[in-house]
């Protein structure tokens, strides 16, 4: 599979949130969960209003089950720092990639700013002779996995932000539930990158 998919969503991939905790000792834990592995965790957290830790998905493929489970298993129902806020202004459903990495006797946590693109828009051009610009979303998405509401998150420019939300107009995302069950609204962030052609 091409890892660079026109204008499609790669839901799997990782995506930075609303919600971003600093590195804090609630977290911290789950460095050492890694103790029997060498590199880098990079988990998906789904974080309450409350700030709770819900749910946790672990995104790197070389992870063993049971490193896996060690590691999530440290995260989930630990709270974060802060919770999403959505448009409104009030605490929400939210997102948020997490590593966690182990290189020899360094341990770390923390967010992490480098990731991979989570949807890739090929461009005819860019301007000043760009080959590639990368911008940040924030999303809102509805119980049903829709974006409800759209911006730029690092100070995009207008017309990059808009087709990036209008190529994610009709895309449905993933349904989160609640621990009852019930698929909820979230906040989410995504990175889209933009890729001249010429």
């Not at 509805?142 to 690092?154: L, M, N, T, Y």
């Not at 609640?178 to 909820?184: I, M």
């Not at 995504?190 to 890729?195: E, L």
């Amino acid at each position: 599979m091409n890892g660079v998919m026109s204008a499609t969503i790669l839901l799997s991939v990782m995506a930075a949130s609303l919600a971003i905790p600093q590195s804090s000792s609630s977290f911290d834990g789950a460095a050492l969960a890694m103790r029997d592995s060498d590199g880098v965790a990079v988990v998906r957290l789904f974080v309450a209003p409350d700030r709770t830790v819900e749910d946790c998905k672990m995104l790197s493929r070389e992870v063993s089950q049971a490193d896996s489970e060690r590691v999530c298993g440290k995260l989930v129902g630990r709270r974060a720092a802060a919770p999403a806020f959505g448009p409104d202004g009030q605490a929400a459903y939210g997102t948020l990639t997490y590593v966690v990495a182990e290189v020899g006797n360094l341990r770390k946590t923390g967010i992490e700013g480098n990731l991979p693109a989570d949807m890739v828009l090929d461009v005819k051009s860019l301007p000043g002779g760009l080959k590639s610009k990368a911008i940040g979303l924030n999303l809102l998405l509805d119980p049903e996995g829709k974006v409800s509401h759209c911006e730029a998150s690092d100070g995009a420019g207008e017309g990059f932000s808009h087709a990036a939300c209008a190529a994610l107009a009709n895309e449905v995302l993933e349904v989160r539930k609640d621990p009852a069950g019930n698929p909820v609204a979230y906040v989410d962030r995504m990175t889209v990158a933009f890729v001249s052609k010429s």
